[in-house]
C-alpha cells in the first residue's frame, strides 16, 4: 500500500512558477513509476508527466514539455514537478500518481495509487 500526499499548489499569474511536491509512504518508492496528472474544470483528467523509478527516465506531455520539470528524490520518498512560465490554460487540479512498470505511463487508468490533488491556479 503507498499513500500520496500532494502539497505546493496555490494561486499565481501568468509566468510565474511554482513547485509542486508528493510525498510517498512506504519503503518500495524507488520501485514506483511516478506520474503527475491534471484536471481542469468540466475536462477530463490528462497525462502531465512521469518519472521511472529505476533509470529516472522523463516523459512529458507536449502542452507542458520545456516548461515543467519532473524529479524525484528517492531518499525522501517524493516526487517534485516544477513548474515555469505557467499560463491561465495550467489552472487544475493536479494529482500524483504512482504505478509499477512504465508501460501505458500516459494512461490514468494504469496507475494504483492517487493523492487527493492539489489546486493550481493561474490568473492572466
Known amino acids: 500500500q503507498v499513500q500520496l500526499v500532494e502539497s505546493g499548489g496555490g494561486m499565481v499569474q501568468a509566468g510565474g512558477s511554482l513547485r509542486l511536491s508528493c510525498a510517498a509512504s512506504?519503503?518500495?518508492?524507488?520501485?514506483?513509476?511516478m506520474g503527475w496528472f491534471r484536471q481542469a474544470p468540466g475536462k477530463e483528467r490528462v497525462f502531465v508527466a512521469a518519472i521511472s523509478g529505476s533509470s529516472g527516465t522523463t516523459y512529458y506531455s507536449d502542452s507542458v514539455k520545456d516548461r515543467f520539470t519532473i524529479s524525484r528524490d528517492n531518499g525522501k520518498n517524493t516526487v517534485y514537478l516544477q513548474m515555469n512560465s505557467l499560463k491561465a490554460e495550467d489552472t487544475a487540479v493536479y494529482y500524483c500518481?504512482?504505478?509499477?512498470?512504465?508501460?501505458?505511463?500516459?494512461?490514468?487508468?494504469?496507475?494504483?495509487?492517487w493523492g487527493q490533488g492539489t489546486q493550481v491556479t493561474v490568473s492572466s
Open positions: 512506504g519503503r518500495t518508492f524507488s520501485t514506483y513509476t
Open positions: 500518481a504512482a504505478k509499477l512498470g512504465t508501460y501505458n505511463y500516459l494512461r490514468g487508468y494504469e496507475y494504483t495509487y
